[in-house]
């Protein structure tokens, strides 16, 4: 009766249960002609795009894709930077760090540093370092800054700045200089005022308010006299040449003596190109 029954089943071979194969044995299997053309279609069906949807492609190269701008931008005092700062952050979502405001919150609020940043301010000097790196840093740092991107503002202003953002992991994509000639920005300066209600920036002879009820409450910044200004001024130009010599290789110059929308075409178009660049990065997962 055995007999019968080897004859029609197949002869069967049990292992014990979790037993791996001897070291000749899957040798022997990993290089058999079988085993390795088993192998090689194993591999290129797993690379096959048939694998991977479409849809989970897309997925794929979109979550590749989400690396956020990184952008600074500086100029002399009344360059502009506040409007364009406006522009960009409506269209590509930045969030905007300036180093300015959140000086004035400090001076606003009364600390020790808001004092001591105030003395500085008001002779037309630097505020030191030591007082702003740490604010900027912290800003950065937040949560919305990591995930939105950042346009910072007015910062750095020297080499040692720079030097302190590098040394924290903060390096930008592009850097935008604007650039204005000195009579003008004089005149922008000294013309400027900003309602205290609002946070907006107005100009007398520029863009003026449009109602006497606005007209009526606008304030002049203390450091925005023509004597201030030049001493900004002055201060400006001795430190940015030394800003400039460390992001050379990704500074873009922008005339800002003309029109807010012609300025900000310049801006845009740069901005969407690097955009364009980050987002064609290919994609290692489907490589």
């Known amino acids: 009766m055995a007999g019968c029954v080897n004859s029609i089943s197949p002869p069967v071979t049990l292992y014990p249960p979790r037993v791996s194969p001897s070291p000749a044995a899957r040798s022997s299997f990993l290089f058999s002609g079988d085993s390795v053309h088993s192998l090689y279609r194993l591999r290129r069906v797993s690379r096959s795009p048939s694998i991977v949807s479409p849809k989970f492609q897309k997925q794929i190269v979109t979550a590749e894709k989400t690396e956020p701008l990184k952008i600074m931008i500086s100029g002399a005092p009344a360059s502009g930077k506040g409007t364009q700062c406006e522009l960009i952050t409506h269209k590509y979502g930045l969030v905007h760090i300036s180093a300015g405001d959140l000086l004035r919150a400090e001076i606003a609020s009364g600390s020790e540093n808001g004092r001591r940043a105030k003395e500085y301010m008001e002779k037309g000097q630097l505020v030191p370092d030591e007082i702003v790196v740490m604010m900027v840093k912290d800003r950065l740092s937040q949560t919305d800054s990591k995930q939105n991107g950042w346009l910072l503002d007015g910062y750095p202003r020297s080499s040692s700045q720079a030097t302190a ?119 290692s997962l489907l490589s």
Do not use: C, W
Request: net charge negative; glycine share 6%.
């Open 165 to 283: 953002l590098k040394g924290f992991g903060f390096q930008p994509d592009l850097f935008i200089l604007l650039e204005v000639p000195e009579d003008i920005l004089i005149e922008r300066v000294v013309g400027r005022r900003l309602d205290p209600v609002t946070g907006k920036i107005y100009h007398l002879k520029y863009s003026p308010p449009g109602t006497e009820e606005i007209a009526a409450r606008l304030t002049q910044r203390f450091d925005d006299t023509e004597e201030k200004a030049k001493l900004r001024l002055k201060t400006h130009n001795q430190n940015v040449s030394d800003v400039l010599s460390m992001y050379d290789d990704i500074t873009i110059k922008i005339k800002g003596n003309r029109s807010k929308e012609e300025v900000f075409a310049h801006i845009d178009t740069a901005l969407s190109e690097l955009l364009q660049q980050k987002n064609s990065a290919p994609s």
